[in-house]
């Protein structure tokens, strides 16, 4: 596995096992930086690792032939979540304002459906617009 292609490049296509190891390498550095650092430090972890969330949901939504604006658009939601935490205009986490909630509902809604889509649905069989298909060597 080519951790470099994983976490930089949009560009290209890569199946299911990667996407959800690489996938959970990220949350694992989220989550940890959120029981170690709290709220606000976990929050900057969540904006470092941004780009290399959105290069992988890119390259996975590009497998099941679906537009980079997808993902850009779940992780420019998730980034204002993360920048209304560390610019303290949620509220607290244990009561969070209106604000959070009318974004992170629709940001978590459409974050689930694409975890269920990259992360259990089949690829597009065979070459599309965004490169060969990543398992016909293994076929």
Known sequence: MNW???LTSTEGRISRKPFWIALAFL???ELAAHLALGER???IVSLLIAY???????KRGHDRNVPTWVAGMFIVGATVLNLLVLLDLSGPMENPNTLFYVLAIPVGIVGLILLVDFG???STVGPNQYG????????
């Open 52 to 58: 290399p969330e959105f290069a992988l949901f890119a």
């Open 27 to 29: 949350s694992v550095i």
């Open 41 to 43: 430090w976990s929050s």
């Open 132 to 139: 060969p298909d990543p398992l016909a060597a293994s076929r």
């Open 4 to 6: 470099s292609y994983l």
């Open 120 to 122: 259990f649905r089949r």
